[in-house]
């Protein structure tokens, strides 16, 4: 869960600057073999990038395939809880990590000469192109990326073609009633869609939390269930399934789509568009 | 004699009084919210039976946030009441000696380990059961007639345990938001509770209101002393299980669905008692009603502090709370001087 207010474009930016100098110097010696990833979305990346043999370990949120996409191949990779201790035994040559997570860990291994690669958190589709060839950089397979990415654009036009005369109006709805606003990668997800998002209307910079009472009464059409399947109980995931949402369902569309599709912004994110482009394309 | 006559007329007017009070609290609770709602539309569609926005809103988010503030309220008050006339102990609360947190214990077990999902009933079952097994440990270990001292390092002692626990149980849940809950468990709120939850506990908490004040004789004898009591006919063991019983099943019914609201039943019965002429059988159903307006009182609070997201109920409760149990272990040490 991402609950953490973002920060500043201009602090944003470093490490991302910083991300792609050390990759330009890396691309030059010979690419990694023993990969180590202490973050859930640059798992994603690497697994999506890297041939399996040379990723050492993944975190162990990256194997539950409620939560992660990827979850079938990372079964087959050594899981790590971020610890400098489980890192240090795998004896990396790249240790890739979230900028804002496991924090003690890279400040640790920095320390003890094993420097990881930092990655942000794309706000929006162009920022998530630009991330997926750092990453390809990195690793050494920059062709992977660029059919990665082309292939993520030709999705987009595709869906581009099928975009409505009339935006719907719509609400997302995630855990703990947070919903997004403007400036997320969300908010470009459901614009992509077209949708307009009543949150960034509502004036909701990137995450906030909203009453279900403002959520019922914001004249939504549309209405997105953040959701994940099957998953174990929590009052968090309790709000979601309240008796006003499903008495809400006769005056609106709900439409339920996993977390998991847009936790990160990976290629996954094309897949939320496109389930939400077909989920209300009959009404129209 | 006058006195008592005095007595008897205060508590006629009291119940009422207090009955008032809450229909008056309650309205404000369905009045206020985060949404501006027009409440006249609303009361119209929803008696209409017209399922519009309006009518939904006030159906299935504000009406049971109310229902359950009054019915969570009367059920802490009476229990308070109830055992501090069961302990002859004015600190005997559930949350301070340990009851509240050992019920959310439970109800923590029953929810995040899927049970709840499958058997709705089991979330109740689970609080009540919490409930029980504290209520049974302190009276075991400290009978009836218990010092001030031996009941509140009881109450540490189960206070900590169950919320280490809890905070264990949670940490080993699955779902990676269940960890940050342990605030709701532990503090208490009824944003975003829902009909299924009214439903869910009404029956379990009549049974223990019942139950309770079916003791109001027996407490009143009780304060007597316990020979007094047994010799006017009162069977003490028949009345302890009664009483244990009954604050099991409101307490545990109660914090089950809006976690651990603190201090309710200590504040309540403190200030009604002089009110019924300090006869504890009386003090049960009043306090209840206090009670009620207590945790009804606390939840237009927190909806109107400009505190979002909102504040948690046993936050606000705690405030009004820990300055009143300060105050009160003050004059209990002046008194043992």
């Not at chain 1, 997320?184 to 077209?194: C, F, K, P, W, Y």
């Not at chain 2, 009664?242 to 504040?267: E, Y």
């Amino acid at each position: 869960m991402r609950r953490v207010r973002r920060l500043p474009c201009a602090l944003r930016a470093v490490p991302v600057a910083a991300g792609l100098v050390l990759a330009a110097t890396s691309a030059a010696s010979a690419p990694p073999e023993r990969i180590v990833s202490l973050n859930m979305c640059t798992d994603e990346l690497v697994l999506r990038l890297a041939d399996r043999e040379r990723i050492a370990s993944v975190t162990w949120l990256s194997q539950d395939p409620r939560n992660a996409n990827m979850a079938d191949v990372a079964r087959q990779v050594l899981a790590n809880h971020g610890l400098v201790e489980q890192v240090l035994a795998l004896k990396p040559d790249l240790v890739v990590a979230g900028a804002y997570t496991t924090r003690a860990t890279v400040n640790l291994l920095r320390r003890v000469g094993t420097s990881p690669r930092e990655f942000g958190v794309p706000r929006n589709l162009a920022e998530m192109r630009v991330q997926i060839r750092e990453m390809a950089a990195l690793l050494g397979e920059e062709a992977r990326g660029e059919a990665l990415i082309a292939d993520i654009d030709t999705r987009l036009d595709a869906l581009a073609a099928r975009r409505p005369a009339r935006p719907l109006r719509a609400i997302v709805l995630r855990p703990n009633g947070f919903t997004v606003g403007r400036g997320s990668l969300v908010d470009e997800i459901l614009t992509r869609a077209g949708l307009v998002n009543i949150a960034a209307e509502l004036g909701i910079e990137s995450y906030g939390q909203i009453p279900l009472e403002a959520v019922a009464l914001a004249g939504a059409e549309v209405l997105v269930l953040n959701d994940t399947p099957d998953g174990p109980p929590s009052l968090a995931h309790e709000v979601l399934h309240h008796p006003v949402i499903t008495a809400l369902a006769g005056k609106l569309k709900p439409v339920t789509l996993p977390s998991r599709l847009w936790t990160c912004a990976g290629p996954s994110v094309i897949d939320a568009i496109e389930q939400l482009v077909a989920a209300t394309e009959p009404s129209r | 004699m006058k006195h008592r006559a005095g007595a008897g007329l205060r508590t006629l007017v009291l119940l009422p009084v207090l009955g008032l009070v809450i229909l008056i609290t309650a309205a404000a609770s369905l009045a206020v919210g985060y949404a501006a709602l027009p409440l006249d539309q609303a009361f119209a569609d929803a008696i209409a039976g017209r399922a519009s926005l309006p009518a939904l809103v006030l159906l299935e988010l504000r009406l049971p946030r109310a229902l359950l503030g009054a019915l969570v309220g009367f059920s802490l008050g009476m229990a308070g009441a109830a055992m501090q006339g069961l302990m002859r102990n004015p600190l005997a609360e559930p949350g301070v000696v340990g009851i509240s947190s050992a019920a959310a214990l439970g109800a923590v077990a029953a929810f995040y380990s899927g049970l709840s999902a499958t058997v709705a009933l089991a979330l109740p079952l689970g609080g009540i059961a919490g409930a029980l097994s504290a209520t049974l440990v302190l009276f075991v270990l400290l009978g009836r007639g218990a010092s001030t001292m031996t009941l509140i390092l009881a109450g540490v002692a189960l206070n900590s345990f169950a919320g280490a626990a809890t905070a264990l149980a949670l940490n080993l849940a699955p779902n990676p938001y269940a960890a940050l809950e342990i605030v709701f468990w532990l503090m208490g709120s009824l944003a975003d509770r829902s009909m299924s939850h009214v439903w869910l506990v009404l029956p379990l908490m009549l049974a223990g209101w019942l139950l309770m004040a079916s003791t109001a004789p027996a407490l009143d004898a009780l304060s007597l002393g316990e020979e007094t009591a047994a010799s006017l006919g009162f069977d003490l063991t028949w009345l302890l299980a009664r009483l244990i019983g009954g604050a099991a099943l409101a307490v545990g019914s109660a914090v089950a669905v809006t976690g651990a609201i603190g201090f309710v039943g200590l504040v309540v019965p403190h200030l009604l008692r002089p009110l019924v002429g300090h006869r504890p059988g009386k003090l049960l159903v009043a306090s209840g009603l206090g009670g009620a307006i207590l945790v009804l009182a606390a939840d237009l609070g927190v909806r109107l502090a400009p505190v979002r997201p909102e504040l948690k109920l046993g936050v606000v409760t705690a405030l009004i709370g820990a300055p009143f149990l300060f105050a009160l272990v003050q004059r209990l040490r002046r008194e043992a001087l």
